[in-house]
């Protein structure tokens, strides 16, 4: 199917100034979206939370963009900035993890619901051809056992646990491609080699293995593709449902 012109395609406005922003920034206007940047979005020492964010309100309703995707490290200042970007009527992607408490989470998808806009979770290893195959082939996982390794060799950044940064990634193919399936091995680690791959077991036999530690699939290209859509009324997998589950699984991981 062609790709819609570039005049009925949403607008974006990312937040944040790294080397993922600019990435994302990259894959958007690549598929002719216009895309404005703010690269401080973060709460000023001198601000209350009040005047941030009305200043973040004003910054984006100023930008004309229909989607706000916050290219950040996650902090305090997430539901601040998805609140207000709610207010302003646009629709928001956040990075994993999604590390909001349960009522702070159903705050946000209460106002999500009541503006009619999407708040969506980037989840990108879910939209692997392989961990689709998974979806469509173990019946959600039963009789089976998934376990994952997701290593990499630079040190975590900002504080960055792990378990949560790359074990919300692990824990998002298991909820989406295996829900029932049980948690057997799962390691993540920041400074080790780097390694990406999950596998099901069924009775103690290895079934099925996904290495994904070079990957050249446009995954996020596919999440653009299913949020864009999801906006428009199709079904939307990677909500905050999805998100408090994944994260209630990987806060499992570090006790």
Not at 9 to 36: C, F, M
Not at 90 to 115: G, H, R
Request: proline share 4%; hydrophobic share 40%.
């Amino acid at each position: 199917m062609p790709e819609k012109p570039l005049v009925d395609k949403p607008s974006y406005l990312i937040l944040g100034r790294g080397r993922w922003a600019g990435l994302i920034h990259n894959v958007l206007i690549q598929g002719e979206r216009r895309v404005t940047r703010l690269e401080e979005s973060r709460m000023r020492p001198d601000e209350l939370e009040s005047g941030y964010r009305a200043r973040l309100t004003g910054e984006m309703a100023a930008s004309g963009a229909n989607i706000v995707w916050m290219c950040i490290p996650f902090g305090r200042w997430v539901p601040a900035i998805a609140a207000a970007a709610l207010d302003c009527g646009l629709d928001v992607i956040a990075e994993c993890p999604w590390l909001c408490p349960p009522e702070v989470s159903d705050s946000l998808l209460a106002v999500a619901l009541k503006n009619r806009r999407l708040l969506g979770v980037h989840y990108e290893y879910c939209l692997l051809d392989e961990v689709h195959a998974w979806r469509n082939s173990f019946a959600g996982g039963k009789d089976c056992t998934f376990n994952g390794v997701f290593e990499i060799s630079r040190a975590g950044r900002h504080g960055a646990v792990a378990e949560l940064q790359l074990g919300s990634h692990l824990m998002a193919i298991r909820q989406y491609a295996v829900p029932e399936a049980g948690i057997g091995e799962v390691r993540c680690r920041f400074g080790g080699r780097d390694r990406r791959v999950v596998w099901l077991e069924r009775e103690g036999e290895r079934v099925s293995t996904i290495d994904f530690q070079t990957n050249r699939q446009p995954i996020i290209q596919r999440f653009i593709q299913a949020f864009e859509s999801g906006r428009e009324g199709a079904g939307f997998h990677f909500g905050l449902e999805f998100a408090i589950q994944v994260a209630a699984e990987a806060g499992l991981l570090t006790v």
